[in-house]
């Protein structure tokens, strides 16, 4: 999912009796498999709105670069003061031969506190919500192919683009929305939109992906937004200034201490 929330395109050869062949589980191997970039850089605005109409405004940094066995990201609030400097670092692992795949390290600096801490990439608190937005921080991370079983259930436009209608249920039924509905466009086999639902069957949350751009051959969803379908919120990502393979980013740019020494601007 993060393919999502997260820059990818790819080639589709567009048959009817070709997209009839394929399974579910393909289609998503597909999606997980659409290149990336070595390194991507962007700056963001989050707006995070209520149901009662009040917005909270967040400008945040965002840096990512793949070493191949392990993707690294950060993401550092900007503005405005009172959570300035506040950042976000995760190291996702690839899947082995076999198709294991190590539990993700995430680390969440507070410098109001003065602390960091580490976030369990499972469990109970994987699905707590990410600084007050309406994503999660499992959202924030890959999802492992793995760990979910899937049916192709038909096609849908979404926007005037035609996608597969992937369902996609956890293994692990202890999630917050062990169920979710992924459209997968088949011209490019980016994600356009997602429902999750809850433990009740309850549709949750539902993320769109708009504002498309090519951007050095890689295809982008400009904007994100989860919308809490049960509390009337929503999130959004905006993103700018986006830069793939822009020159080498600084490997110490990935770690606590850079964090915590607030090096990241």
Same mark, same amino acid.
């Given at each position: 999912?993060?393919?999502?929330?997260?820059?990818?395109?790819?080639?589709? #050869?567009? =048959?009817? =009796?070709?997209?009839?062949?394929?399974?579910?589980?393909?289609?998503?191997?597909?999606?997980?498999?659409?290149?990336?970039?070595?390194?991507?850089?962007?700056?963001?605005?989050?707006?995070?709105?209520?149901?009662?109409?009040?917005?909270?405004?967040?400008?945040?940094?965002?840096?990512?670069?793949?070493?191949?066995?392990?993707?690294?990201?950060?993401?550092?609030?900007?503005?405005?003061?009172?959570?300035?400097?506040?950042? +976000?670092?995760?190291?996702?692992?690839?899947?082995?031969?076999?198709?294991?795949?190590?539990?993700?390290?995430?680390?969440?600096?507070?410098?109001?506190?003065?602390?960091?801490?580490?976030?369990?990439?499972?469990?109970?608190?994987?699905?707590?919500?990410?600084?007050?937005?309406?994503?999660?921080?499992?959202?924030?991370?890959?999802?492992?192919?793995?760990? +979910?079983? +899937?049916?192709?259930?038909?096609?849908?436009?979404?926007?005037?683009? $035609?996608? +597969?209608?992937?369902?996609?249920?956890?293994?692990?039924?202890?999630?917050?929305?062990?169920?979710?509905?992924?459209?997968?466009?088949?011209?490019?086999?980016?994600?356009?939109?997602?429902?999750?639902?809850?433990?009740?069957?309850?549709?949750?949350?539902?993320?769109?992906?708009? $504002?498309?751009?090519?951007?050095?051959?890689?295809?982008? =969803?400009?904007? #994100?937004?989860?919308?809490?379908?049960?509390?009337?919120?929503?999130?959004?990502?905006? #993103?700018?200034?986006?830069?793939?393979?822009?020159?080498?980013?600084?490997?110490?740019?990935?770690?606590?201490?850079?964090?915590?020494?607030?090096?990241?601007?």
């Amino acid at each position: 999912m993060k393919k999502t929330i997260f820059t990818l395109t790819a080639i589709f #050869m567009g =048959a009817a =009796a070709f997209s009839q062949s394929l399974t579910g589980y393909d289609i998503m191997k597909k999606a997980d498999e659409v290149p990336e970039a070595v390194t991507s850089s962007s700056t963001a605005t989050l707006t995070i709105h209520t149901k009662k109409g009040s917005d909270r405004i967040r400008q945040v940094i965002m840096k990512s670069k793949d070493y191949g066995e392990v993707k690294k990201e950060v993401i550092v609030f900007v503005t405005p003061k009172d959570v300035s400097g506040t950042g +976000y670092l995760m190291f996702d692992y690839e899947e082995d031969a076999n198709g294991n795949k190590k539990d993700s390290d995430n680390w969440l600096y507070m410098p109001a506190m003065k602390k960091t801490r580490r976030i369990a990439s499972s469990g109970s608190e994987s699905d707590g919500s990410f600084m007050g937005t309406d994503f999660t921080y499992r959202d924030m991370g890959e999802r492992s192919l793995n760990d +979910y079983d +899937y049916n192709l259930l038909g096609e849908e436009s979404v926007d005037g683009t $035609d996608c +597969y209608k992937v369902e996609c249920i956890a293994k692990d039924k202890t999630q917050k929305d062990p169920r979710y509905i992924s459209y997968i466009a088949k011209s490019d086999f980016i994600l356009r939109k997602c429902e999750l639902f809850d433990r009740q069957n309850q549709l949750h949350r539902v993320l769109t992906c708009t $504002d498309f751009a090519t951007i050095k051959g890689f295809t982008t =969803a400009q904007k #994100m937004k989860m919308e809490n379908i049960q509390t009337g919120g929503w999130s959004t990502f905006e #993103m700018a200034n986006i830069v793939y393979d822009g020159g080498d980013i600084d490997d110490s740019l990935f770690t606590v201490a850079s964090l915590e020494k607030a090096r990241i601007r």
